[in-house]
């Protein structure tokens, strides 16, 4: 049965359709810069389109504010495309003391799982294999460790069902989960579990189009290029146009680019670079990897099988000196720390030419501690500027949304606004929808997995041309319909914005040269682009 076959099917499950409201394309960022820019006020201006940006949009706009987002570049442009893909339950937290952020991670890590983005988000099983360096001492802590994360989701109320219980493997059981381990001493492992996005730039995208359906405007190649109480100046960076931006409210979620737009906020920003092995390079790992750091009492590096056969390996952490870049290079030092990690436990050794690619985001960490960044808190902060402007810092992707709703709250407060309460934490994001519905709809799980219930309506547009159904490059599970669907309903106005975040086929160099093609018939305009 061909995919064209499949999408007349008649079980489909009654989901809503997607919201026109939420649709971001060209023709729309034109409509509503053009209303800003010649002198619309707005509730709350919010400057950074990041998760956390995004968020704020969301919050101030489904509490009855008028709200205008923009952003310098385009949506996930900054540091939330460039993390691990994971939602944490808080356990480093836990290790470190910081209870208020562990709990709060865990119940964030709930609420994404269970009510705003199920679609998006999946538990993913750990192992820690207990290998001949890890000490009997250590594995005692690491058991404690794991159990105190299960409190934790006990605490937060998450369903033993989104989340499973973690316990000790035997050996065989440790090799069948990570057949890539080296099997010369191994002593078993210790399975727990954790959140994992399917793409955090999706995630980003459906909370900024979640916004727009509740009618936020949504402007990307925006750039503020001055703050104040009144709204900001602003330049389109398509035109080079500029002009002010009323505003009654500001918030400056810029991320570590925040202390260029208001005074008093220092930073200490932090690199952490991930590798990118291709699919088969640890043959069949269905398990992501707690590797223990050498030295580095309760730090681990990651290894995390991702849904398109990818496998991501991470992290550093290592402070980011001096001027701020746009993309944040990995450097070789830190390439061949992760590498060497990694060969520490595993049987068949990976070597530099086997890594595909490499990506690095920066931490907006505040500052105010001496020594390694890796000890900095992760807790966010929420300024106010003596000219009433909002900047909301630190913290990390899994609180995004607990950040946006202190951040509202301030500016709220601060410039007197009349608001509903918060509702963001039951307000599911465009595309989610109950498990049992999603499972029965026509399309490639892949695509259920990253659209949720828009899902069909992206398989839908191959009705129009059924070469939409092929991968945008060999072996990439990136379908044309994809590119299609970022133009005309998610504001993808470059080859860039549709190959490095509303997909993410650029993070191999080669899948990204060979997909450029579709991505230029993706932008070519036609009637329907609109």
Request: charged share 20%.
């Amino acid at each position: 049965m061909n995919a064209m076959t499949r999408l007349r099917r008649p079980a489909e499950p009654a989901l809503p359709p997607a919201a026109p409201a939420a649709s971001l394309n060209a023709t729309r960022r034109g409509r509503e810069l053009a209303e800003v820019s010649r002198g619309a006020a707005v509730d709350v201006l919010v400057v950074g389109l990041g998760a956390t940006g995004a968020g704020v949009a969301l919050d101030a706009a489904s509490r009855g504010l008028s709200v205008a987002a923009i952003d310098a570049h385009d949506l996930a442009f900054g540091t939330s495309r460039w993390s691990s893909k994971l939602i944490h339950g808080g356990l480093r937290y836990l290790a470190a003391g910081q209870l208020g952020i562990a709990y709060e991670s865990a119940v964030e890590r709930g609420v994404l799982m269970e009510r705003t983005a199920p679609h998006l988000v999946r538990a993913l099983p750990f192992v820690l294999p207990l290998t001949p360096q890890v000490s009997g001492s250590a594995v005692a802590l690491a058991r404690a460790g794991i159990e105190a994360g299960d409190m934790l989701r006990r605490s937060a109320r998450t369903h033993r069902a989104a989340l499973p219980r973690p316990r000790r493997l035997t050996a065989v059981e440790t090799l069948r989960l990570a057949p890539a381990l080296r099997s010369y001493g191994l002593r078993g492992g210790l399975l727990s579990w954790d959140g994992q996005l399917v793409d955090d730039a999706r995630l980003v995208t459906a909370i900024a189009r979640t916004a727009a359906a509740y009618g936020a405007r949504v402007l990307t190649r925006c750039r503020a290029l001055a703050l104040d109480d009144g709204g900001a100046q602003v330049r389109d960076e398509l035109t080079g146009t500029e002009f002010f931006l009323r505003a009654r409210a500001v918030v400056n979620a810029t991320g570590v680019w925040a202390g260029g737009l208001a005074d008093g906020v220092h930073l200490r920003p932090s690199r952490g670079t991930h590798l990118v092995l291709r699919a088969g390079s640890l043959g069949g790992l269905s398990t992501g990897l707690h590797l223990p750091v050498p030295g580095a009492s309760g730090h681990f590096a990651l290894v995390l099988p991702q849904e398109d056969g990818r496998i991501y390996v991470g992290l550093t952490d290592e402070p980011a000196d001096g001027p701020i870049p746009d993309v944040p290079e990995p450097s070789e030092a830190e390439i061949g720390f992760l590498l060497d990690l990694v060969d520490s436990a595993l049987d068949v050794p990976v070597r530099r030419a086997d890594v595909a690619g490499a990506y690095a985001g920066l931490r907006p960490l505040l500052d105010g501690a001496e020594g390694s960044t890796a000890d900095l808190s992760r807790r966010h902060a929420v300024l106010t500027a003596a000219n009433g402007v909002v900047t909301i810092v630190g913290g990390k992707l899994t609180t995004y949304r607990r950040m946006a709703q202190d951040a509202v709250d301030a500016a709220v407060e601060g410039r007197g606004l009349t608001a509903g309460p918060c509702r963001t934490a039951g307000l599911p994001l465009i595309g989610a929808g109950p498990a049992q519905d999603l499972a029965r709809l026509v399309a490639p799980p892949h695509l259920v997995r990253r659209y949720g219930a828009e899902a069909r309506d992206v398989m839908a547009l191959a009705a129009e041309d059924p070469s939409l159904l092929e991968p945008v490059a060999p072996g990439s599970a990136t379908l044309g319909a994809e590119l299609d669907w970022a133009v005309r309903h998610e504001g993808a106005l470059d080859e860039g914005d549709l190959l490095d975040r509303r997909t993410r086929v650029g993070l191999i160099a080669d899948d990204r040269e060979a997909a450029l093609p579709a991505a230029r018939r993706a932008l070519t305009p036609t009637p329907l682009h609109r």
